[in-house]
Structure formats: structure tokens, C-alpha cells
């Protein structure tokens, strides 16, 4: 395999262990404080390069959306991941990159004293990762300083005998390696669009802000890592894996977590500042209106919803209940929202039958084939899609949440219709921008409540 450096071998078999981190259920008591984070959109790192003047939602960032969407898909097919050999991106990787990224970033320190990173924010993500000197095969470039691990006081590498090396298979569905000599644990993550990370297993001190740190958490330093990360330093993750940031930090502050997500640069509403909030009291931060978790035993790290109605204008779609039944997840690294054909294809033909009355319809591009001439300040007015989730919490859809500016001539629809034979769901960013979105894992329910970033 070409993306490995040339020092390891890997392991044939899966250490068995139980993992070194410990849940929210373990009896110990959380802060009542949670912990608040400012969440910036990625497309703010590209302000560093040259190239960012071109359109920001390109059909490269389309692209990579499908193919994380696949990767997702092929998972509730029972498809392993540990067989799959990462690849190069398609698009040429140099600095500040040619095309931008989907997704949202927090900057937080590792190491003692604490090097600062960008990392983007993935809820469907497990082991988090940043990139690492002396980079023994590749470091896409990034805004900050590349983490310099000999330079912490607190930094370790884990021995592949150790629980949390074993735990890797599950987190990250590749199995983890031995390098030759040391004897370090070595991850693979492979991402579904083409990005990977490879390096070494680490524990250090994570710094959230100057008063809250976690003192062991578990990460990659990554040695080899290429893909679609924009400028960022790396991946936050935050399922419900027990190596995730997220479950690291639940014994401390309790297993719940909310966020709002800016706007980004391209849409017709001004971009506001968002967070991201670690710890149960941010249950406490707006009225969500709530709807339950649903297990999905295939793929239990994720984070599943039903979807019951869509409403466009206040009218439902017409269309049987049954047609909403799919596994459904909420996910901040997927941009475009994918709904089962039949539904997509009843959203697409009310709206399309409203707002061509005064704006004209042009081609489709990409994954994105309901557009119209104009852009996104000049297409208003457009009619809200109403989503509606059991329990009857919704995500009450406007104009910047359902149009998206490919260029200055054409304005699309930012929903698509999910095809293959093993139809999903995902309530991807885009959609949930600008709402306050909680994750109550504890009690097993997300809620939604608008205005999160005012």
C-alpha cells in the first residue's frame, strides 16, 4: 500500500481488551458548566489563498459530498471498510487548496504547553486526528503551525498491546498496526471521499479553553494525510464511538453536546458567528422541541432520527408515511441534505411549481438538478420546507437554509435525492445551519430551536 511509510507492518488480528475510556454511566458526576467553543465554517481558512475568489460551492465539493454520502451507504451493507485502500483526491492537493471544504472548524490546543489546531467538527466521526511532525509521509497544508510532539511535556505514544490500540477497529472499521521496532500503535482513517489519516495512536492534554483541559485524551498523530480537510489541522470527532472526543469528555462534563453552525459565505442571509457547546448544561441553552434517537444496530455510533413529513408552504408532499421510512442520520459533515427519491422527487415538484412562477429554471449541476437563474440575494422569497421528525420537533427550512449559490448565475435547491439500491437519509449542514441543534445522548433525543446564533 503506496500511503504507508515504509516502517510498518501491519497486524493480521485485533487485540482483545476493553478500551481505556470510560462513559458518562461510569457513576462519575459531571460539571454542571459546560463548555463553549467558537465554531468558524471552513470556507473562512480559504481567505488565506489566492483561489479564494472562485465559487465556493463547486462541483468538486459536490462530488466529495456524494462520495462521503456512498461511503456512509455502504455501511448498512455490510461493506468493510479494512479492506478498502484509501486513494488520492481527484483534484490536485497545494497550498490553500483549489477548492474549499463544506464543513466547520474549533481551534483547540494539544500538548503541554498547548499547540493550537483547527479541527473540523464531524459528527459521524470516531477517532479524532491532527497532523504531526516531522510528517514521515505527507501533511496537506494548514493554517496553523503542524503539532510538534516533541515538544510536549505530556505527550505518549500507545504500544499496539494496549486497550485503546485494540479499540481501533471499531472506531475507525480498519485495523490497527504495529511499527516495526517501537512497537506503536498505528491508525488508519479512511474517509468516503478519498481522504485518509495515518499515524500514530497518542495520548496528551487537550486543551478546550485555559480553565478546561482533559488531561489523557486519545487521538491520531498523523504522519500521512491526504484528502479534502481544506486548511484544517484535522478531525474533531464526535459519535458515540468510546474513543470519540466526545465520549472522552462525557465523564467530565456529561454526555450531551450542542451547536449552531454559521452561515456560509455564499448564502443570501449574513454569516453570524456559531459554537459549539460541550456538556449537559447546554440542554439548558434555548426551548428545543425534541425527538427521540433511534438504535440502528449496524452502524450504532450514529446518530439516527425518523423523518415523518416534509411540508413545502405549509402543505404536506402527499405522499405515503411509508416513503419516509429509511435510516435517517443527522450528520455536520455531510452538506446537502439526502432524501429517499420518492420523497425528493414529490419536495422538488412543489417547490419547483411555486418558484418558477418568477424565476426561471436552468440546468442542474452536480448531485443538485432543481436550479434557477439568479443568485441567492436576487432568488427571495422562496417557500419554506418544513421538516418534521417524530415527536414533533421540525426544522422550519428558509431561504438560506434551501438555496444554494453555485455562481453568480444559477441558485439550486440545496436538498437531492438519495439513489442506490439501499436508500438513507441525512440531514446534512446545511440545512441545520443557524438553528441551536442538541445531542442529549444520555437521554438518547436531539433537539432543535432556531436562532441559535443570534
Not at 107 to 112: D, H, Y
Not at 121 to 145: E, F, G, N, R
Request: charged residues 15%; aromatic residues 10%; glycine residues 8%.
Amino acid at each position: 500500500m503506496e500511503f504507508f511509510f515504509s516502517s510498518l507492518l501491519f497486524s493480521a488480528h485485533l487485540l482483545l481488551a476493553s478500551s481505556l475510556v470510560q462513559f458518562q454511566d461510569n457513576g462519575l458526576t459531571p460539571k454542571e458548566a459546560s463548555i463553549q467553543l467558537e465554531l468558524h465554517h471552513v470556507q473562512a481558512q480559504l481567505n488565506h489563498s489566492a483561489t479564494s475568489s472562485l465559487p465556493f460551492f463547486s462541483p468538486q465539493i459536490l462530488e466529495k459530498d456524494e462520495q462521503r454520502v456512498e461511503a456512509i451507504r455502504s455501511r448498512f451493507s455490510n461493506k468493510n471498510l479494512s479492506n478498502m485502500k484509501p486513494e488520492l483526491v481527484s483534484t490536485p492537493l497545494k497550498s490553500g487548496l483549489s477548492i474549499g471544504s463544506g464543513n466547520y472548524f474549533v481551534k483547540l490546543g494539544v500538548g503541554t504547553p498547548p499547540q493550537y489546531s483547527s479541527l473540523i467538527v464531524d459528527t459521524a466521526s470516531s477517532l479524532s486526528w491532527i497532523q504531526c511532525q516531522p510528517c514521515k509521509s505527507y501533511c496537506h497544508p494548514q493554517v496553523d503551525p503542524l503539532f510538534n510532539p516533541s515538544l510536549s511535556k505530556t505527550y505518549r505514544k500507545f504500544p499496539c498491546s494496549s486497550s485503546s490500540c485494540s479499540s481501533l477497529k471499531s472506531s475507525t472499521l480498519n485495523d490497527p498496526a504495529c511499527e516495526i521496532g517501537s512497537g506503536a500503535c498505528v491508525y488508519r482513517s479512511a474517509y468516503g471521499d478519498s481522504s485518509f489519516s495515518l499515524g500514530y495512536l497518542s495520548q496528551d492534554v487537550l486543551t478546550l479553553t485555559p480553565s478546561d483541559t482533559l488531561p489523557a485524551f486519545v487521538y491520531g498523530c498523523g504522519q500521512n494525510n491526504q484528502g479534502l480537510f481544506g486548511r484544517s489541522s484535522g478531525i474533531l470527532g464526535l459519535d458515540r464511538d468510546k474513543l470519540s472526543a466526545l465520549a472522552q469528555l462525557s465523564a467530565k462534563y456529561g454526555y450531551a453536546f450542542s451547536y449552531c453552525l454559521p452561515t456560509s459565505f455564499s448564502a443570501s442571509k449574513p454569516s453570524k458567528g456559531g459554537y459549539l457547546s460541550i456538556g449537559s448544561s447546554s440542554l439548558a441553552k434555548s426551548p428545543f422541541k425534541f425527538t427521540p434517537m433511534v438504535k440502528n444496530p449496524k452502524i450504532s455510533s450514529l446518530y439516527f432520527i425518523d423523518l415523518t413529513a416534509i411540508t413545502v408552504a405549509g402543505r404536506p408532499l402527499g405522499i405515503a408515511a411509508s416513503s419516509y421510512k429509511v435510516p435517517t442520520i443527522i450528520d455536520s459533515g455531510t452538506v446537502i441534505t439526502r432524501l429517499p427519491m420518492s420523497v425528493y422527487t414529490a419536495l422538488k415538484e412543489a417547490f419547483v411549481k411555486i418558484v418558477s412562477k418568477r424565476y426561471k429554471p436552468t440546468e442542474g449541476i452536480s448531485i443538485l438538478d432543481t436550479c434557477f437563474v439568479g443568485s441567492a440575494k436576487e432568488i427571495v422569497n422562496v417557500p419554506e420546507i418544513q421538516m418534521i421528525f417524530q415527536g414533533g420537533a421540525a426544522l422550519p427550512l428558509k431561504g438560506h437554509n434551501t438555496l444554494i449559490e453555485i455562481d453568480v448565475k444559477t441558485t439550486c435547491l440545496a436538498i437531492a435525492g438519495s439513489s442506490g439500491t439501499s436508500p438513507i437519509a441525512i440531514i446534512g449542514n446545511y440545512q441545520q445551519q443557524t438553528f441551536d441543534v442538541v445531542y442529549d445522548i444520555s437521554n438518547s433525543k436531539i433537539g432543535f430551536a432556531p436562532a441559535g446564533c443570534e
